[in-house]
């Protein structure tokens, strides 16, 4: 075990100025916290955390990372809380080990693989700072290390096959070719240890029979560049690592033996001038092989790396593959993003830096940045920070904008689960639709065949999809109601008239209206923008306007007032007999809402729709959620529901609106006039009603009528 004045030596070897108090701090918080823990290798557990700070020393990270290393299992795995860091760590730290506690507890969640490209993003994304990925990385690599001391070979498997291609790929994503290379080679032991066996075995026979060659060839470039005065620069023989070899053999198709390139050479210059000077020394000296030319050096690959790559028939006339770059490149291809940091810390006068694209902005900033919390801000990793990234039930990744909610989720599994959704749960517990998704949330949509979309998720939902997909709905149903409307208004006109209303009547008049379906004219007279006297003229024939403007007011209809019973029945599902329930105010919650109980100490439940603002109030108490819904054939209960409308300021005009309600058997419990104009007035209607549709048809009986401007639903 690597010992404690080890790790600080180490750490002062490269940053003089270390805290070198609150790394043994940190070192001792760590010890005390796991104890007597054992890991699966039978050494104390307290080893693994300071083996993980041990291999960040090697990409010179600074102090805070190294703490955040010593200290990464503490929250997750002893009684250690993230107060109890920030007590003694203070906040920057408390931070850096939230995130790797929250990257940890996903592991083994990327089951599904070929989703690894948005599980890699989600750990990205949650990431937030370069340290924490880096700290998560070293953390893989020693367990790693240790895979072999796990009993289950199932367990290892999938571990490895995690660390290929989660944990590899990030490593590459961010540069680090050196870490990517370990961990691939550690789970290509664990994955296809004969393959491994045998790539390994005949690698050390070609090494053996090749030496002499290779001796060969390295001191004839190293003439070459000597005479062209290219004196200080470096040439290595480096073999390909096994995996990278496997891997080749798999996606090529092709034999160990026509593996040429099993050996590379490597020229490291001084400069970029150099690279290209070394390289037509190269080029000149011997015969190219065509196409096999690269220049990252003006072109870097995405992830910073720059070089220059060439194959030439060298001495003794056999392949030889060339790779020409900068020691600066080599180190950045070697250790990537955390070598461009190391490099800020120590290397002040570093140009060539701003060649390193990946992080050429964020280098920028960090030039003009002069105190260390703006330092700081430019370590966060600014990628996909307008995502969040979910799971699914079954542990299927999806991406979204930020800000979308359950409902763009369930319009993004499925339309049909989108417009039957009814509720949610996040990471198990029931929440409102309204919730903005956080990465990592696992997300179950709840659904119910007889539920439709609601108008008002459009003022929430971000997503194209769901935003169209609600359109689409609210537009088709409203649409449908709107005919239906007209069909019972056209039915009573004509009968009034004394005729038998029939659609084939109406179809020979279609162009009269200007209109190509017949449904297409009874929607318009069911919104009340074609009047049904116009249509019973046009149809039956001239006959006078008849003094029946109101024609629905003027069948008499007695105003029926319907006792409200003393006591409301239950009818809910879901709750505990014998709680008190009671109704939202705010949204006023009727049969065929989607609602959502919330506990009140010593008031029982109140029940409210999932759409009202209300319960943001309660987003942090989640356990005061329940899960309820509205029983069945529930028949004679009466709730209240809230209209505003706008009425035209003219005589008989709220006698209009209240014959209407009371004809469609709606009780007005209170009616308010909340705005009064030259033109109009605006009312607040409360109407108690059986359900939803009870209060909808109520709604588009108002709508039809022409004295009402608009008509909605009021909730609070
Ligand atoms: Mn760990």
Redesign the pocket.
């Known amino acids: 075990m690597i010992r404690q004045h080890d790790l600080v030596e180490k750490v002062k070897s490269y940053d003089p100025d270390a805290d070198e108090d609150a790394i043994n701090r940190a070192y001792e918080f760590a010890l005390k916290a796991h104890g007597a823990q054992k890991r699966a290798s039978g050494d104390p557990y307290f080893s ?2 300071v083996e ?1 700070a041990y291999k960040l020393t090697r990409y010179k990270l600074d102090v805070a990372s190294i703490i955040t290393a010593l200290l ?2 503490t929250v997750e795995d002893t009684e250690v809380t993230l107060d109890d860091v920030e007590a003694n760590f203070g906040k920057e730290i408390r931070t850096l080990v939230d995130g790797v506690t929250k990257l ?1 507890r996903l592991e083994g969640k990327s089951e599904n693989l070929n989703q690894a490209e948005n599980f890699r993003k989600l750990l990205i994304a949650m990431s937030e700072d370069l340290r924490v990925l880096l700290v998560k990385l070293a ?1 893989r690599l ?2 790693m290390e240790t895979l072999n001391f796990i009993k289950s070979p199932e367990k290892r498997q999938r571990i490895a096959r995690e660390t290929v291609e989660i944990y590899a790929a990030l490593a590459e994503r961010i540069g680090m070719r050196g870490l990517k290379d370990e961990l691939q080679d550690l789970a290509f032991a664990e994955l296809y240890p004969e393959a491994r066996e045998s790539i390994v075995k005949r690698l050390d026979f070609l090494r053996k029979e090749g030496q002499a060659e290779l001796d060969k060839t390295l001191s004839s470039i190293r003439r070459k560049l000597d005479e062209a005065g290219l004196k200080t620069v470096e040439i290595h023989g480096r073999e390909k690592r096994p995996f990278s070899i496997w891997k080749k053999m798999e996606n090529k198709n092709i034999e160990f033996e026509q593996l040429s390139d099993i050996i590379a050479f490597r020229i490291v210059t001084d400069t970029v001038a150099e690279c290209y000077q070394a390289l037509g020394v190269i080029h000149a000296e011997w015969h190219t092989i065509p196409g096999r030319f690269k220049d990252y050096i003006s072109t870097p690959k995405s992830n910073g790396y720059q070089s220059l790559h060439t194959a030439v028939l060298g001495p003794g006339q056999q392949r030889v593959e060339i790779q020409i770059r900068t020691h600066e490149m080599d180190e950045i291809a070697e250790y990537g993003l955390a070598a461009h940091w190391a490099y800020k810390q120590t290397h002040k006068n570093m140009k060539d830096g701003k060649q390193f694209r990946w992080l050429r902005e964020l280098l920028e900033i960090l030039e003009k940045s002069s105190n260390p919390e703006e330092f700081l801000e430019n370590t966060k990793l600014e990628m996909y920070h307008d995502q969040v990234f979910c799971f699914s039930p079954k542990g299927d990744i999806l991406a979204f904008p930020r800000g979308a909610t359950p409902v763009d989720f369930a319009y993004a599994v499925h339309s049909g689960v989108g417009d039957t959704c009814v509720g949610a749960k996040i990471n198990g517990r029931i929440v409102p639709l309204r919730t903005k998704l956080k990465n990592g949330d696992q997300v179950e949509i709840i659904t119910s065949k007889t539920q439709t979309p609601s108008p008002s998720w459009e003022r929430f939902v971000v997503t194209g999809k769901a935003k169209s997909e609600i359109r689409k709905y609210v537009r088709t149903s409203q649409r449908a109601e709107y005919i239906n409307l007209g069909r019972a208004v056209l039915v009573k006109t004509f009968k009034q008239e004394g005729h038998e209303f029939a659609e084939s009547m109406v179809e020979p008049h279609l162009p009269a209206f200007n209109k190509k379906t017949v449904d297409d004219l009874l929607a318009e007279v069911g919104e009340g923008l074609i009047s049904r006297q116009q249509v019973a003229d046009v149809v039956i024939g001239e006959k006078k306007p008849a003094a029946s403007p109101g024609l629905l007011s003027s069948l008499s209809n007695p105003f029926r007032k319907k006792k409200s019973g003393g006591h409301t029945p239950m009818p809910i599902k879901g709750l505990i007999p014998g709680m008190a329930i009671h109704f939202g105010g705010c949204c006023h919650p009727i049969p065929g809402d989607r609602i959502v109980g919330i506990v009140t100490t010593g008031k029982g439940i109140t029940i409210h729709t999932m759409e009202c603002e209300t319960l943001e109030n309660y987003s942090d108490a989640p356990e005061r959620w329940i899960d309820v819904a509205w029983e069945h054939d529930q028949t004679d209960a009466r709730h209240i529901g809230r209209l505003r409308a706008q009425v035209s300021h003219e005589p008989a005009a709220l006698a209009t609106v209240t014959n209407v309600i009371a004809k469609e058997m709606g009780n007005i419990n209170n009616l308010k006039i909340t705005n009064r104009s030259i033109d109009f007035f605006e009312i607040l209607i409360d109407v108690e009603v059986r359900d939803l549709k009870h209060l909808n048809n109520i709604i588009a009986n108002l709508r039809a009528k022409e004295v009402v401007q608009s008509v909605e639903r009021y909730q609070t």
């Open positions: 693994h955390p993980v990464h299992d940890s953390d020693h367990n």
